[in-house]
């Protein structure tokens, strides 16, 4: 069973820092292009940034405005998925999802973890 | 305001067939694989759809959708209670350089 396990969330002041982890298991994490997407409260999906498979280029693209301020990196020796985000704002109080996509045969497969908050507040 | 529009809402009753648009552009959807998720309230995302039109393993065929153009649309046959949920497609966009979010249908089961 694919399972992923957001951490690192919680409450933080804007300009502050925090890292958020996914922790993969029960797919062949280097096969797998990882993605982080935000929800504010009651708002929709916004996507973050991607990191595709070293086979792919290992290449990392993020959303325009989050440029500079999010990295996203991968341990596949860990199965670990990152997002270090800093200068905090306000506006990205946010559920953090991460999600991997494989490919099986040519047949598509996401998975999703549960997520994990972000509260920017003074 | 996200460059892919979605109707906020949408709604039919049990067995009906409801279609949910996406409209985009010649940067996004006119030249990029369009997918659908499902997000049933409380719970993450879903895949419903990817490549246009191709269902991952699991997920019923009631689940159709097409690509237009600069639009797509998802369609849902046999509408059930447990449909009922917000619905997003996204595509990646050549003049941000990523991955956008129609701002979402919530579909309603009358």
């Known amino acids: 069973e694919v399972q992923l396990v957001e951490s690192g969330g919680g409450l933080v002041k804007p300009g502050e820092s925090l890292t958020l982890s996914c922790e993969a298991s029960g797919l062949t994490f280097n096969n797998a292009r990882m993605t982080w997407v935000r929800q504010a409260p009651g708002k929709g999906l916004e996507w973050v940034g991607h990191i595709k498979t070293k086979t792919d280029g290992g290449t990392i693209d993020y959303a325009a405005p989050l440029k500079g301020r999010f990295t996203l990196a991968r341990d596949d020796s860990k199965n670990t998925l990152y997002l270090q985000m800093n200068n905090l704002r306000t506006e990205d109080t946010a559920l953090y999802y991460c999600s991997a996509r494989i490919y099986v045969n040519s047949a598509r497969s996401d998975y999703w973890g549960q997520g994990t908050l972000v509260t920017v507040s003074s | 305001q996200s460059v892919v529009t979605q109707p906020p809402s949408a709604s039919g009753t049990p067995g009906q067939r409801v279609t949910i648009s996406c409209s985009g552009s010649s940067s996004n959807i006119a030249g990029h694989s369009v997918a659908w998720y499902q997000q049933l309230p409380g719970m993450a995302p879903k895949l419903l759809i990817y490549?246009?039109?191709q269902r991952p393993s699991g997920v019923p065929d009631r689940f159709s959708a097409s690509k237009s153009g600069t639009s797509a649309s998802l369609a849902i046959s046999g509408l059930q209670p447990d449909d009922e949920a917000d619905y997003y497609c996204a595509v990646w966009d050549d003049s941000l350089y990523g991955v956008v979010f129609g701002g979402g249908t919530k579909l309603t089961v009358l």
């Open positions: 490549d246009n039109k």
